[in-house]
């Protein structure tokens, strides 16, 4: 038995417009390289999450487990559709009403595992980088991408401080004053997604590593605490 890493990580950000949540970045990282997909390069939102899953289904991630922070809850709710979409051999394991491990077969030979990191660490991911001393999870003005007349390619001023959440005066014109009238939205947002991915990646690393260490037990191999 040994301790596994052939986990990915990987993050959705969403905006919501006329009261419906849509996804518009996707994140992956692999412990190595961080791929991203952008809704204005893509015909619609189906095409950009379908792209996101068909990235994962290669050889070299056969048997990973993909992590995403409240996949059972949230993800799953735009991911699934297209997974079931790419595949006739979909096998959801399903406990309480939640998903805690979705497997998808692929060429008929591979398999890639779709599961949600907070049924093995339950608290926030912003409160897990700072338990785990990993990357901070950045800053995004999340209220700004969801006035339905701002354009996802964006390049202007820095949001409104009042379209940020959880952050200081301070911490916004610190932030501000990396710009100059060219803040790009779509930039920021893949900045804030992969690191999202990153930071979610380390804490795994660190959780794998403390687990196996103290109990010989490899966390790819429970979808759950």
Not at 19 to 26: F, R
């Amino acid at each position: 038995m040994h301790n596994s890493n052939k986990f990915l990580t990987m993050d959705l950000e969403t905006r919501t417009i006329e009261g419906k949540m849509i996804a518009y970045c996707v994140s992956i990282f692999d412990g190595h390289n961080s791929k991203s997909f952008y809704l204005s390069n893509y015909l619609n939102v189906k095409d950009i999450l379908k792209d996101s899953v068909k990235y994962l289904m290669k050889r070299k991630y056969n048997n990973h487990k993909v992590y995403l922070h409240n996949f059972s809850n949230f993800d799953a709710i735009f991911l699934l559709g297209v997974i079931t979409s790419l595949s006739d051999s979909i096998r959801p394991i399903i406990k309480d009403g939640q998903i805690i491990n979705l497997q998808l077969k692929f060429a008929n030979k591979y398999n890639i595992y779709f599961r949600d990191s907070l049924l093995l660490l339950p608290s926030s991911l912003r409160k897990l980088t700072s338990q785990f001393n990993v990357e901070n999870k950045g800053i995004f003005p999340y209220k700004f991408v969801n006035n339905e007349n701002i354009n996802l390619d964006y390049i202007g001023e820095v949001p409104n401080y009042k379209l940020f959440d959880d952050i200081s005066l301070e911490q916004y014109l610190d932030y501000k004053n990396q710009y100059d009238h060219n803040w790009n939205l779509k930039e920021e947002t893949i900045k804030y997604c992969e690191l999202d991915c990153r930071s979610l990646y380390q804490i795994l690393d660190k959780f794998s590593d403390s687990i196996y260490s103290m109990f010989r037990l490899d966390i790819t191999k429970y979808p759950t605490l």
